[in-house]
């Protein structure tokens, strides 16, 4: 069975950092494409990052510069760096992966597989 399951979430105070990671099982992702979204309470859900099998990464505007996605295919694991945290990064925060195509996705239905959340919350 194919499992995604995320960890590291927590409380932390607006300017902290917290580092989440995405452990895969099941299969090996090595060669797809696999992203981190969040979702506030209230919002929609939206992209945060994606990096590609090659290593390419792209995030959102609202992140850049703060938050770092990177990979490791021998763990078969991708984490999350955050930094400079702020209060409106409060959310629950997925991993996913999209096991059709190749070519990084912000688009959420892109990706067909996803992990149950882990939440962050920062306060002011």
């Known amino acids: 069975q194919v499992q995604l399951v995320e960890s590291g979430g927590g409380l932390v105070q607006a300017g902290g950092s917290l580092r989440l990671s995405c452990a895969t099982s099941?299969?090996?992702?090595?060669?797809?494409?696999m992203g981190w979204f969040r979702q506030g309470p209230g919002k929609e859900r939206e992209f945060v990052a994606v990096?590609?099998?090659?290593?390419?990464?792209y995030y959102s505007d609202s992140v850049k510069g703060r938050f770092t996605i990177s990979g490791d295919n021998a763990k078969n694991t991708v984490a999350l760096q955050m930094n400079s945290l702020k209060p409106e990064d409060t959310a629950d925060y997925y991993c996913?992966?999209?096991?059709?195509?190749?070519?990084?996705?912000?688009?959420?239905?892109?990706?067909?597989?996803w992990g149950q959340g882990t939440q962050v919350t920062v306060s002011s």
């Open positions: 996913a992966v999209r096991t059709r195509g190749a070519v990084p996705c912000t688009r959420a239905p892109c990706y067909d597989l």
């Open positions: 990096i590609s099998w090659s290593g390419d990464t």
């Open positions: 099941g299969r090996t992702f090595s060669g797809n494409v």
